[in-house]
């Protein structure tokens, strides 16, 4: 671990400062179980200075030209760039993911996203409408104002860049609440952007819990928007509270991603893209292919192959590159993916892989990847999200069945088709319901492509500079009189 890179007070115009009431949280590193630091816990007052901080940063914000908001968001991305060694322990250390990913896989797709959206900062722009009368009409696109970001602890540096890249480019300043997990890549955020020249207060920092310092944030009537991140029960939390003073909100939820197998698929590459669709990042990935569809024709044969793909999922020291399952977040969710596993065999699911709490060294939050055959739609393991590495492998008769299966769940975040054939592919690409559809591949994303959900998995789209524009600007008509 990088010592030199825990920050661990609150981040307030350019500054560290302490909770008011000087309270702190541990934050655990959950390969060990040993504390990495203790973190000031931000409560409303906390959140509100930082709110204010943000307000006072508005005017010298907007003088800033687009041109010179871009090269400083360039600036913060060679800045990751430069210490994505540290960056990358931090947040294993944090979240117990290998090292692996969040060095080779976070944290370059953080630096892409911070350049992306440097390109649309000065590109930001509106139109002129030919009105009836003799009037000039034009519009501004104009940002939204303070942005308050609440993320979750499974992609923590990533999540604090999907909104906080895409927020500031548009002109915004921001107050990122990041899960109390996970702080400690945001907190190193905020202050690399001060580094590179960001004025004080554009991005400010307050880690603590959701309830407290989340709510405060959702409540305070001098946030404009709310950006979200987390699950489907908090989300709904947060539209309640928001409505009060008619916040604008985005919310990425849960999902129950269908990973559909047809029979005429290339079955190696579909076993290998479920395996990896369910266990990548220790399944606790909203777009987890959590839900495993499988035509009956080659079922018992996919079944074996996706059984021995699991058993390749080495549990081990995230540090160590062999490892490919890292420690679950925390003990509460560890308990919780325990429970589903639990649920699935009395349920009456078929246990053909893992399902088995683990140790590395005597020490951590580890489980083994685990494989349910034979679930019935209805159980709960194919219901409920699990938020680990937790495979449910449904048999279905044909692709009607398919379909009907992958739509039912009350979320649709994203989804995967295996198949050779192109015209099905792109067929149950229109039927399922989904805000991503992966044909033959799976987890992939791109800053350009936009990322959000159908149904219950949320509404707004992450990435992208359309889906950017529409949730961190607004549009001004400006109408001119010109027949003097
Ligand atoms: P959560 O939804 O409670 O946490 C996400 C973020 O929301 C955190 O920053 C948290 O502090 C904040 N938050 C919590 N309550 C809040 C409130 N009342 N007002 C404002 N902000 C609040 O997620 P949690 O409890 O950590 O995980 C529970 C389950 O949620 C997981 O097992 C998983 O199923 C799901 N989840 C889904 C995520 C996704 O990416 N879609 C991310 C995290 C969790
Ligand atoms: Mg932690």
């Excluded at 989340?214 to 509270?241: C, H, Q, Y």
């Excluded at 495993?292 to 699991?310: L, M, T």
């Excluded at 008769?397 to 299966?405: C, F, K, Q, R, S």
């Amino acid at each position: 671990m990088h010592e030199d890179a825990v920050r661990n007070r609150l981040w307030i115009g350019n500054e560290w400062v302490d909770a008011e009431d000087g309270g702190t949280f541990q934050t655990i590193n959950p390969a060990t179980g040993e504390v990495i630091t203790e973190v000031a816990s931000a409560q409303a007052a906390d959140v509100d200075k930082a709110v204010a901080s943000a307000r006072g940063a508005m005017a010298e914000w907007r003088k800033v030209n687009p041109h010179k908001r871009s090269q400083l968001l360039w600036r913060l991305a060679d800045a990751i760039e430069a210490n994505a060694d540290e960056l990358g322990a931090l947040e294993t250390a944090d979240n117990g993911k290998p090292y692996f990913e969040s060095r080779k896989i976070d944290v370059p797709s953080v630096v892409e996203i911070f350049r992306y959206f440097a390109g649309l900062a000065d590109k930001v722009q509106g139109a002129t409408i030919p009105v009836a009368g003799p009037f000039l009409n034009y519009t501004l696109r104009e940002p939204v104002g303070i942005v308050g970001c609440i993320t979750p602890w499974n992609f923590p540096l990533s999540m604090a860049t999907w909104k906080t890249a895409p927020a500031l480019a548009c002109g915004n300043v921001v107050v990122l609440k990041p899960a109390e997990q996970t702080p400690l890549t945001a907190l190193r955020l905020g202050e690399l952007a001060a580094e590179v020249g960001f004025p004080p207060g554009v991005l400010n920092v307050v880690p603590g819990f959701g309830e407290t310092a989340g709510a405060a944030l959702v409540r305070n009537p001098d946030v404009d928007a709310i950006a979200f991140t987390g699950s489907t029960e908090v989300g709904k939390i947060v539209m309640r509270e928001a409505a009060d003073t008619l916040k604008k909100v985005s919310l990425e939820l849960g999902g129950k991603s269908p990973n559909v197998v047809l029979a005429d698929a290339d079955l190696k590459s579909a076993v290998r893209g479920a395996t990896s669709g369910i266990f990548y990042g220790k399944g606790e990935v909203c777009a987890a292919g959590s839900r495993v569809i499988v035509e009956r024709a080659i079922y018992d044969d996919f079944v074996e192959a996706f059984a021995k793909g699991a058993s390749k999922m080495t549990v081990g020291d995230p540090m160590d590159s062999g490892t490919r399952l890292g420690a679950i977040v925390s003990e509460e969710q560890l308990e919780r993916v325990m429970s589903y596993v639990e649920a699935g065999k009395s349920e009456g699911a078929r246990l053909v892989h893992g399902g088995e709490r683990t140790d590395v060294d005597g020490k951590g939050n580890f489980v083994t990847a685990t494989v349910f055959a034979d679930v019935e739609p209805g159980m709960k393991i194919a219901q409920e999200e699990i938020f680990g590495p937790v495979a449910a492998v449904i048999p279905v008769d044909d692709i009607e069945d398919a379909i009907h299966t992958a739509n039912h769940t009350i979320y649709g975040l994203a989804a995967g088709i295996w198949t050779r054939d192109i015209g099905k592919a792109h067929r149950i690409a229109q039927e399922i319901q989904a805000g991503t559809v992966w044909i033959n591949t799976y987890n992939q994303y791109d800053a350009a492509s936009p990322f959000g959900g159908y149904k219950q998995s949320g509404f707004g789209r992450d990435l992208g500079y359309q889906a950017a524009l529409d949730k961190y600007t607004q549009t001004k008509s400006v109408w001119v009189a010109v027949d003097g």
